[in-house]
């Protein structure tokens, strides 16, 4: 009895289950933003974070992600006049999926993100200029916030300045792994069974008793 009772606690233990991989982080934009998480470059996706002041930071987590799919981060900056400005760090909570630098942490710069003045994809796609670094305390913002990396840059068009009206920045999370059900079918067929035989047999040894 015992042993059958064990031999059940370890497929309970050993069956597949799903990597419950998960993004997170932190952004702010001068003026507003919202952040998004799409499974479309050209489709807006599911809203993750927002806020409305550049003085402060919106950090959120948990976001889940699904094995196997191709995602996109969306990143509305909202200029209301004057300079704006879009910072933020993200970052990957293990090796199954990456961001467009081929690692697990991203964050806003000159290279891993593209913008549009029109909207998620849409052609011309522009580069960003930096404004500063977020460690860098004299920049244009005076701004260094602790939920976010040193390296993170103010980023903008400049020419789009005094603006009011968003750009639409967008990057890549790009999976390394293939889609892993959660639990596979067959290991709920076999663990049913196993509860079944197991049942079976406190029966019999009930009626024998």
Not at 66 to 85: A, C, H, K, R
């Given at each position: 009895?015992?042993?059958?009772?064990?031999?059940l606690l370890a497929?309970?233990?050993?069956?597949?289950?799903?990597?419950?991989?998960?993004?997170?982080?932190?952004?702010?934009?001068?003026?507003?933003?919202?952040?998004?998480?799409?499974?479309?470059?050209?489709?807006?996706?599911?809203?993750?974070?927002?806020?409305?002041?550049?003085?402060?930071?919106?950090?959120?987590?948990?976001?889940?992600?699904?094995?196997?799919?191709?995602?996109?981060?969306?990143?509305?900056?909202?200029?209301?006049?004057?300079?704006?400005?879009?910072?933020?760090?993200?970052?990957?909570?293990?090796?199954?999926?990456?961001?467009?630098?081929?690692?697990?942490?991203?964050?806003?710069?000159?290279?891993?993100?593209?913008?549009?003045?029109?909207?998620?994809?849409?052609?011309?796609?522009?580069?960003?200029?930096?404004?500063?670094?977020?460690?860098?305390?004299?920049?244009p913002w005076g701004?260094?916030?602790?939920?976010?990396?040193?390296?993170?840059?103010?980023?903008?068009?400049?020419d789009f300045d005094?603006?009011?009206?968003?750009?639409?920045?967008?990057?890549?999370?790009?999976?390394?792994?293939?889609?892993?059900?959660?639990?596979?079918?067959?290991?709920?067929?076999?663990?049913?069974?196993?509860?079944?035989?197991?049942?079976?047999?406190?029966?019999?040894?009930?009626?024998?008793?």
């Amino acid at each position: 009895m015992k042993r059958a009772f064990f031999c059940l606690l370890a497929l309970i233990l050993t069956a597949p289950v799903a990597n419950a991989e998960t993004l997170s982080g932190a952004a702010t934009t001068d003026n507003a933003f919202n952040l998004y998480l799409s499974t479309s470059p050209t489709t807006q996706g599911i809203l993750i974070d927002s806020g409305s002041s550049w003085a402060s930071s919106y950090p959120f987590s948990g976001v889940l992600l699904t094995p196997g799919t191709t995602y996109y981060l969306q990143f509305e900056g909202i200029n209301e006049g004057g300079p704006g400005s879009i910072i933020g760090s993200f970052d990957l909570s293990d090796s199954s999926f990456e961001f467009s630098n081929d690692t697990q942490s991203l964050n806003t710069d000159t290279t891993d993100w593209t913008y549009s003045y029109t909207g998620w994809d849409q052609g011309p796609l522009q580069t960003p200029v930096s404004y500063g670094l977020n460690s860098d305390a004299v920049g244009p913002w005076g701004q260094d916030f602790p939920d976010m990396s040193p390296s993170a840059e103010w980023v903008w068009d400049p020419d789009f300045d005094y603006t009011v009206a968003p750009l639409y920045f967008e990057t890549t999370i790009t999976p390394l792994t293939g889609p892993s059900p959660v639990p596979e079918p067959a290991s709920l067929t076999l663990l049913g069974s196993g509860l079944l035989a197991l049942g079976s047999m406190v029966a019999r040894r009930r009626r024998r008793a």
